[in-house]
């Protein structure tokens, strides 16, 4: 990671108006999921570097700079003004590995917009998560070789069962880019989905591109829930949106996924249905 003086060096200083117009634009922003992090991407001088904005500025000074004395406000002091910190492009880089990679955290890369002008000149233009780095592959892996390529897994809870016994059944599909290969299953699992979360983590997929596997396993100890999540190495999981915020199940489910370290998006029920496909889904 760059040293704070090297980071001062390789980025330009931005005039008093065109904060004032930024700080209008950003306090318009809807707001970000939990635990993601947005990055503005501004050029000058032919070099490339990124600020951050409220309390993403905050967390990079903490967790990349250890010290506060980074942060600048712009629009006003401390109690008023935009809390703002930046970075060069080299170490914006070495922190989208680490926040990508390690810290199981979401990313944003804003640019520019060339049909606005001024301070709203801006657009969403990378999305990036643990488990879908196609965006940011050129940023993460420039210079290094991706030896694994993250699972993103969706999930669906149902109910079925004969003579009156219910049972929980599990619905997954899971994707691995790399090798270009999707895979489908279904099964009974335990009350503590304890197959499940097994699965996310120990990748069991076949290198054939192209290829649909269609899986239904009709036994408990064969394949259940937590086991699943070991055996696919699993980092992000897609499950349905509880709304309500009083699905029992899904919020075991999420148990789970917090358990073994994997992150939870959530959608809303339409997108699993077929009408959504293709839409609202395609967002990440």
Request: with cysteine; aromatic share 8%.
């Amino acid at each position: 990671m760059d040293s704070i003086d090297d980071n001062k060096s390789a980025v330009p200083e931005i005039d008093k108006p065109e904060q004032l117009l930024f700080v209008k634009f950003f306090r318009g922003l809807p707001q970000k999921p939990d635990g993601t992090i947005r990055l503005f991407e501004r050029d000058a001088n032919q070099k490339r570097y990124y600020t951050f904005h409220g309390d993403d500025a905050l967390y990079i000074a903490q967790n990349v700079f250890k010290t506060t004395s980074v942060v600048k406000y712009w629009g006003g002091d401390s109690s008023k003004g935009l809390a703002t910190c930046i970075l060069s492009h080299s170490a914006a880089d070495s922190f989208l590995r680490d926040a990508l990679l390690t810290r199981q955290l979401r990313i944003e890369i804003w640019g520019a917009d060339g049909a606005k002008k001024g301070g709203a000149a801006w657009k969403l233009t990378r999305r990036a998560s643990p488990g879908n780095l196609q965006d940011v592959e050129d940023y993460l892996f420039a210079n290094t070789h991706m030896s694994a390529a993250p699972i993103v897994m969706a999930a669906k809870l149902g109910a079925g069962g004969e003579n009156k016994v219910r049972v929980g059944i599990v619905g997954v599909s899971f994707a691995d880019a790399s090798i270009r290969e999707i895979g489908v299953a279904e099964f009974v699992d335990n009350e503590l989905y304890s197959n499940f979360e097994v699965g996310i983590h120990s990748s069991g997929l076949s290198p054939f591109p192209l290829t649909c596997i269609l899986t239904h396993v009709q036994h408990v100890h064969h394949c259940t829930l937590q086991s699943l999540i070991i055996q696919l190495g699993v980092k992000e999981c897609i499950i349905m949106q509880d709304e309500s915020h009083k699905d029992y199940e899904l919020t075991k489910l999420k148990g789970v996924l917090d358990r073994v370290g994997v992150v939870v998006t959530e959608k809303k029920k339409g997108v699993y249905d077929g009408p959504g496909l293709g839409t609202e889904g395609d967002e990440n």
